[in-house]
Protein backbone atom coordinates (compact mmCIF):
# COMPACT_ATOMS: atom_id res chain seq x y z
CA UNK A 1 0.00 0.00 0.00
CA UNK A 2 1.43 3.32 -0.80
CA UNK A 3 0.99 6.22 1.49
CA UNK A 4 0.65 9.36 -0.04
CA UNK A 5 3.24 12.40 1.68
CA UNK A 6 0.72 14.30 3.47
CA UNK A 7 -0.49 11.09 5.41
CA UNK A 8 3.00 10.16 6.20
CA UNK A 9 3.83 13.41 7.35
CA UNK A 10 0.69 12.98 9.72
CA UNK A 11 1.50 9.73 11.01
CA UNK A 12 4.90 10.59 12.14
CA UNK A 13 3.66 13.70 13.96
CA UNK A 14 5.59 16.05 11.93
CA UNK A 15 2.74 18.71 10.94
CA UNK A 16 0.69 18.60 13.68
CA UNK A 17 3.95 18.93 15.95
CA UNK A 18 4.84 22.20 13.63
CA UNK A 19 1.09 23.80 13.87
CA UNK A 20 1.29 23.37 17.92
CA UNK A 21 4.59 24.50 18.12
CA UNK A 22 3.50 28.31 16.04
CA UNK A 23 0.06 28.80 18.09
CA UNK A 24 2.20 27.68 21.41
CA UNK A 25 4.98 30.57 20.31
CA UNK A 26 2.76 32.90 21.88
CA UNK A 27 2.67 31.58 25.28
CA UNK A 28 6.36 29.88 25.28
CA UNK A 29 7.22 33.79 25.19
CA UNK A 30 4.39 34.96 27.44
CA UNK A 31 5.94 32.79 30.15
CA UNK A 32 9.27 32.01 29.18
CA UNK A 33 8.58 28.33 28.90
CA UNK A 34 10.26 25.94 26.03
CA UNK A 35 7.57 23.51 24.45
CA UNK A 36 8.54 20.99 26.50
CA UNK A 37 7.62 22.45 30.13
CA UNK A 38 3.94 23.70 28.43
CA UNK A 39 3.39 19.79 27.38
CA UNK A 40 4.57 18.67 30.96
CA UNK A 41 2.70 21.35 32.91
CA UNK A 42 -0.47 20.26 30.54
CA UNK A 43 -0.01 16.61 31.12
CA UNK A 44 0.16 16.88 34.98
CA UNK A 45 -3.17 18.62 34.58
CA UNK A 46 -4.48 15.88 32.76
CA UNK A 47 -2.82 13.67 35.03
CA UNK A 48 -1.79 15.20 38.12
CA UNK A 49 -0.53 11.75 40.17
CA UNK A 50 1.83 10.72 37.63
CA UNK A 51 5.39 10.70 38.48
CA UNK A 52 8.28 11.93 36.16
CA UNK A 53 8.76 8.31 34.77
CA UNK A 54 4.88 8.23 33.78
CA UNK A 55 5.71 11.61 31.98
CA UNK A 56 8.26 10.44 29.30
CA UNK A 57 6.90 7.08 29.17
CA UNK A 58 3.25 8.49 28.20
CA UNK A 59 5.00 11.47 26.18
CA UNK A 60 7.53 9.73 24.80
CA UNK A 61 10.47 12.55 25.83
CA UNK A 62 13.96 11.54 27.46
CA UNK A 63 14.14 11.63 31.20
CA UNK A 64 16.52 14.25 31.43
CA UNK A 65 14.61 16.90 29.45
CA UNK A 66 11.93 15.66 31.56
CA UNK A 67 13.55 16.10 34.58
CA UNK A 68 15.13 19.46 33.89
CA UNK A 69 11.84 20.54 32.68
CA UNK A 70 10.26 19.77 35.81
CA UNK A 71 13.41 21.13 37.85
CA UNK A 72 12.41 24.58 35.72
CA UNK A 73 8.66 24.62 35.97
CA UNK A 74 9.46 24.23 39.94
CA UNK A 75 12.08 27.06 40.42
CA UNK A 76 10.01 28.74 38.07
CA UNK A 77 6.74 28.48 40.29
CA UNK A 78 4.39 26.81 37.52
CA UNK A 79 4.91 23.22 39.90
CA UNK A 80 5.86 22.60 44.02
CA UNK A 81 7.75 18.96 44.09
CA UNK A 82 7.31 17.20 47.31
CA UNK A 83 8.82 13.95 48.43
CA UNK A 84 5.75 11.14 49.16
CA UNK A 85 5.74 10.39 52.92
CA UNK A 86 5.59 6.53 52.71
CA UNK A 87 8.57 6.52 49.81
CA UNK A 88 11.02 8.61 49.81
CA UNK A 89 12.12 7.77 46.73
CA UNK A 90 8.75 9.07 44.97
CA UNK A 91 8.51 12.47 43.66
CA UNK A 92 5.25 14.10 43.61
CA UNK A 93 4.51 17.52 41.62
CA UNK A 94 1.10 20.01 43.04
CA UNK A 95 0.53 22.43 39.82
CA UNK A 96 0.77 25.78 41.57
CA UNK A 97 -1.98 28.88 40.66
CA UNK A 98 0.24 30.60 38.54
CA UNK A 99 0.37 26.86 36.92
CA UNK A 100 -3.07 26.48 36.48
CA UNK A 101 -3.50 30.28 34.42
CA UNK A 102 -0.96 28.64 32.08
CA UNK A 103 -3.01 25.38 31.80
CA UNK A 104 -6.01 27.79 31.03
CA UNK A 105 -4.40 29.47 28.33
CA UNK A 106 -3.32 26.09 26.93
CA UNK A 107 -6.79 24.89 27.12
CA UNK A 108 -7.96 27.92 25.07
CA UNK A 109 -5.36 27.36 22.46
CA UNK A 110 -6.39 23.54 22.23
CA UNK A 111 -10.40 24.32 22.10
CA UNK A 112 -9.19 26.79 19.29
CA UNK A 113 -7.11 24.28 17.52
CA UNK A 114 -9.50 21.73 17.75
CA UNK A 115 -12.40 23.93 16.12
CA UNK A 116 -10.37 24.89 12.92
CA UNK A 117 -9.09 21.23 12.30
CA UNK A 118 -12.75 19.94 12.62
CA UNK A 119 -14.16 22.28 10.14
CA UNK A 120 -16.08 20.92 7.61
CA UNK A 121 -15.59 16.67 9.05
CA UNK A 122 -18.89 15.86 9.69
CA UNK A 123 -19.78 13.36 13.21
CA UNK A 124 -19.64 9.95 10.84
CA UNK A 125 -16.33 10.93 9.14
CA UNK A 126 -15.22 11.91 12.74
CA UNK A 127 -16.46 8.24 13.94
CA UNK A 128 -14.27 6.69 11.21
CA UNK A 129 -11.06 8.91 11.83
CA UNK A 130 -11.38 7.82 15.81
CA UNK A 131 -11.38 4.74 14.78
CA UNK A 132 -8.72 4.25 11.99
CA UNK A 133 -6.62 6.49 15.12
CA UNK A 134 -7.31 4.25 17.63
CA UNK A 135 -6.33 0.72 15.73
CA UNK A 136 -3.12 2.96 13.94
CA UNK A 137 -2.58 3.25 17.77
CA UNK A 138 -2.62 -0.26 18.67
CA UNK A 139 -0.34 -1.27 15.64
CA UNK A 140 1.84 1.02 16.71
CA UNK A 141 1.58 -0.24 20.21
CA UNK A 142 2.24 -3.92 19.38
CA UNK A 143 5.50 -2.91 17.11
CA UNK A 144 6.93 -1.53 19.95
CA UNK A 145 6.71 -3.76 22.62
Known sequence: MQINEQVDAILKGRKFRKMLECFYEKL???????????EIIFYLSQRPHD???DICRNLYLNKGHVSQSMNNLCVKEY????????DRRYISYNITKKGKVVI???ISINNSIYEQLLIGISESELKV??????ILSDNMERLTI
Do not use: F, P
Request: net charge negative; glycine share 0%.
Open 79 to 86: LNSYTDSS
Open 28 to 38: RDKYSLKQIEL
Open 104 to 106: EDI
Open 129 to 134: IDKVIT
Open 51 to 53: SAS
